[in-house]
């Protein structure tokens, strides 16, 4: 790929200035949005809440989960909140069985001063205890630039999954979801108790879509005597798309638009492809924007290590008239954009921030920072006694594989980190660890699941005469071939010594992994490569962060990780 279609992060396309009422479209942005692992977007605007959009997107089997961002001006997005942010709000989220489990598509609403999102906890398999596959829930906030303001799971019954709420003019609450694919797939409606999570007795199949696999991710939209019902067909891959069907009675019968699907990159040769998964909404002058999930891969659906990614359109929606979408594309032009405006509160970065983070004494875990599943809370030390602006990580027992490569069991992994935003960028830390006992490992590393990760790490290894010494080790674990693993001593005159550990994706293809003296930068040493298609898979995203593990053994060690460093240097666009 040609590096004249890299925009870089520090020169990127300025937004092209008009006048703020014109109709036309005048405005120019980058996709996506919400780069990196932010699948399944839902978004909304609140006017009462000083006209600020919230989007919503998937976790799966993340914590903190469900990621909530808030923009004024729709490109500079800002995590204010996770709506999973406290073990006891998904106790269960710590026993997901696969590596695509976990947090599914909420659908993020608000309702009389209330915040509410609706999600599936989804299991593997089922459960042999009294938990169904498909766990639906609903979190409620009256402030969601308050992470403690997001209330406990209610749970509602509901066999399926993708769930979406919709206040009727007559009171009730109608949800719709996706009718499992293993039975027979389709959209079905019932009426819950937003706040109780009581389902009534009424449930109806009211649309199976086009044709396409697994219709999914169903929205309702009421407009000009009309229900409009959305969805996503042909499974979340290159043959993505979105479909739209309308009806007079919210309990149907629904009329498919002629020309679906309304929106699709599938049997193109575009670079953004698997577009669909979308959600639709207006701001204050009348404008309606969609978004939607997409991949970064081409159509050759190789190399797309941050996986599914938020992505933001215009849409023209004349009175009585079918929505039309504007194709997906890097760089979009589209009605006025609101004024720039940053003006936002909540505990997270802005998506473009670059981490400069060094652990301060009384500081917490940066809210972007995220563990896989249920973190163990002692196992991460912020500032310890003897260790200013450090965080120490304990070693767990397992390391980033696991048991199977799916399933982690309650004692957890030890690891924490953030999401890879940037088509190119350098992750650094500084590590100090040293262990006498044999197996102990800790390191840095790109983790999309527990069977797809690439990792850099130093392990009390045995010599050749019997003693245990300090080694780089390089491995990567996937469903694809993967290169030999690399073991190399660390050189004598770095024992004992902090080192930086780097991860760096210096092009579209391939990271690099190295190490260094942390007071001799200029020694620094690429111990090996990873291609990024070998963390291409499934429906989540890569993490850069840091992890320690015994690797089965029974004893501990702690390693002190400092100046925490991701800069952003470019997104391919095209």
């Not at 048991?403 to 980190?417: R, S």
């Not at 500084?430 to 850099?456: C, K, P, R, Y």
Request: with cysteine.
């Amino acid at each position: 790929m040609s590096l004249k279609y890299l925009i870089l992060s520090i020169a990127s396309f300025a937004h092209v200035c008009f006048s703020y009422g014109t109709p036309s479209r005048n405005s120019t942005y980058d996709n996506p949005i919400l780069p990196g692992f932010h699948p399944d977007p839902s978004c909304i605007f609140v006017k009462e809440w000083d006209e600020t959009f919230f989007c919503a997107s998937s976790s799966f089997s993340v914590f903190p989960g469900v990621p909530v961002h808030a923009s004024k001006d729709l490109q500079n997005w800002k995590l204010i909140s996770n709506a999973l942010n406290r073990r006891e709000q998904l106790p269960t989220l710590a026993i997901t069985n696969g590596s695509t489990s976990g947090i599914w598509a909420p659908a993020i609403r608000y309702h009389e001063g209330t915040f509410y999102i609706l999600t599936t906890l989804v299991f593997d398999k089922e459960l042999q205890t009294n938990l169904s596959r498909w766990d639906n829930i609903i979190l409620k906030s009256k402030n969601p630039f308050d992470a403690s303001s997001w209330t406990n799971a209610v749970h509602f019954n509901f066999s399926g999954y993708d769930t979406s709420p919709f206040w009727h003019e007559n009171g009730k609450v109608y949800v719709t979801g996706s009718h499992p694919w293993e039975l027979q797939p389709g959209i079905n409606m019932v009426t819950v108790d937003i706040e109780t999570g009581a389902v009534g007795d009424d449930l109806i199949n009211i649309w199976n879509g086009t044709g396409g696999l697994a219709p999914e991710g169903p929205h309702h939209y009421f407009k000009d005597g009309w229900y409009y019902l959305m969805i996503a067909e042909g499974g979340t891959g290159l043959n993505h798309m979105e479909t739209i069907a309308r009806a007079k009675d919210i309990e149907g019968p629904y009329d498919p638009y002629p020309r679906n699907p309304l929106l699709t990159n599938a049997n193109t040769t575009q670079y953004f492809q698997t577009v669909g998964h979308a959600d639709l909404f207006e701001d204050s002058r009348g404008y309606w924007w969609g978004v939607a999930l997409s991949t970064r891969s081409g159509p050759e659906f190789i190399t797309y290590p941050m996986g599914r990614e938020t992505v933001l359109y215009p849409v023209t929606w004349k009175t009585g008239d079918w929505p039309v979408d504007s194709a997906v594309r890097g760089v979009m032009n589209s009605w006025p954009l609101p004024p720039v405006n940053k003006d936002l509160g909540g505990s997270g970065p802005f998506i473009k921030d670059p981490d400069n983070i060094d652990f301060a004494p009384g500081s917490k875990l940066p809210a972007h920072f995220v563990h896989w599943r249920n973190p163990i809370d002692a196992n991460y030390v912020i500032s310890p006694p003897g260790h200013p602006n450090t965080l120490r990580l304990t070693s767990s027992k397992l390391n980033l594989t696991a048991l199977d490569g799916n399933y982690a069991g309650p004692e957890g992994q030890t690891f924490v980190g953030r999401r890879q935003v940037d088509t190119l960028f350098t992750y650094s830390v500084v590590m100090d660890f040293a262990s006498e006992v044999e197996q102990m490992e800790a390191g840095v590393t790109v983790f999309l699941t527990q069977n797809h990760h690439i990792d850099l790490g130093v392990t009390t290894l045995r010599t050749s005469n019997g003693t245990l010494a300090p080694h780089f080790t390089w491995r990567a674990v996937s469903q694809i071939p993967t290169p030999d693993p690399i073991t190399t001593p660390v050189s004598a005159n770095w024992t004992g010594k902090p080192l930086v550990m780097e991860i760096k994706a210096f092009n579209l293809t391939h990271y690099s992994f190295s190490a260094g003296p942390a007071d001799a930068m200029s020694m620094m040493q690429t111990i090996g490569y990873g291609a990024a298609s070998l963390v291409s898979y499934g429906f989540t995203g890569t993490l850069v962060g840091v992890y320690a593990t015994s690797n089965g053994g029974n004893s501990t060690a702690d390693a002190y990780f400092s100046k925490w460093r991701y800069i952003g240097q470019g997104q391919f666009l095209d």
